[in-house]
């Protein structure tokens, strides 16, 4: 697969107008928390009133963010792009402890490899990457997402934005009434 062509399926659910755009990093315990919400505020809000986009935002305190990016990117070249992909946000975040650094610098992980870190997502996900990991230019995509948050003042995970504007007053910790309330008027 490294020499074919490739295309990354966009990480967007549901089809409506109102744009929900979360900035999400997959290691960070907010984002994995605003992620695991995304289904039922796509059901609460309706996929025919919203769409939600996922933007990634690696970060260097989470020490194997760009590897673990770099997964749900290739993830989502594969047979089942963004449906691929999501398996592996959602397993990686249901098991943070095995992609993260005690207080962001030591404990266990200080010993693996990156090749250890993918094969840690692809046995919680299920997911073939290794192949997909190794295309020579996906890093082509990672940008396009890093270069989007910049342009749009994002520096942290979680950001959310609504219809292309920020919306600092929203927070991995509201309800997801609050979140549908905010995007149409539940």
Same mark, same amino acid.
């Given at each position: 697969? /490294?020499? #074919? $062509?490739?295309r990354a399926d966009?990480?967007?659910w &549901?089809?409506?107008?109102?744009?929900f755009?979360?900035?999400?990093? *997959?290691?960070?315990?907010y984002s994995?928390?605003?992620?695991n919400?995304f289904?039922l505020?796509? @059901?609460? @809000?309706?996929?025919?009133?919203?769409?939600?986009?996922?933007?990634?935002?690696?970060? *260097?305190?989470?020490m194997?963010?760009g590897?673990?990016?770099?997964? !749900?990117? $290739? $993830?989502s070249t594969?047979?089942?792009?963004?449906?691929e992909?999501?398996?592996?946000i959602a397993?990686? &975040?249901?098991?943070?402890?095995?992609f993260?650094?005690?207080?962001h610098?030591g404990?266990?992980?200080?010993?693996a490899t990156?090749r250890?870190?993918i094969?840690? !997502?692809?046995?919680?996900s299920? !997911? #073939?990457?290794?192949?997909a990991? @190794?295309?020579p230019?996906?890093?082509?995509?990672?940008?396009?997402?890093?270069?989007?948050?910049?342009?749009?003042?994002i520096h942290?995970?979680?950001?959310?934005?609504?219809?292309?504007?920020?919306? *600092?007053d929203?927070?991995?910790?509201d309800?997801? /009434?609050?979140?549908a309330?905010?995007l149409?008027?539940?």
């Open positions: 697969m /490294a020499d #074919a $062509a490739w966009p990480l967007a &549901g089809h409506g107008p109102r744009v755009e979360a900035f999400l990093e *997959p290691t960070c315990p994995v928390r605003a992620f919400k289904d505020l796509l @059901a609460e @809000a309706g996929a025919d009133r919203i769409t939600i986009k996922i933007r990634l935002q690696p970060q *260097p305190w989470h194997y963010s590897v673990v990016t770099r997964c !749900v990117i $290739a $993830a594969l047979p089942g792009g963004k449906e992909a999501k398996k592996v397993a990686v &975040g249901a098991h943070r402890e095995e993260e650094f005690d207080k610098w404990g266990a992980n200080l010993d990156p250890d870190i094969k840690r !997502v692809e046995d919680y299920g !997911v #073939a990457l290794f192949d990991f @190794a295309i230019d996906l890093d082509k995509e990672i940008k396009w997402h890093c270069k989007y948050a910049r342009q749009n003042g942290v995970s979680p950001t959310f934005m609504i219809d292309g504007l920020v919306q *600092p929203m927070s991995s910790g309800a997801v /009434a609050d979140w309330a905010k149409v008027g539940k």
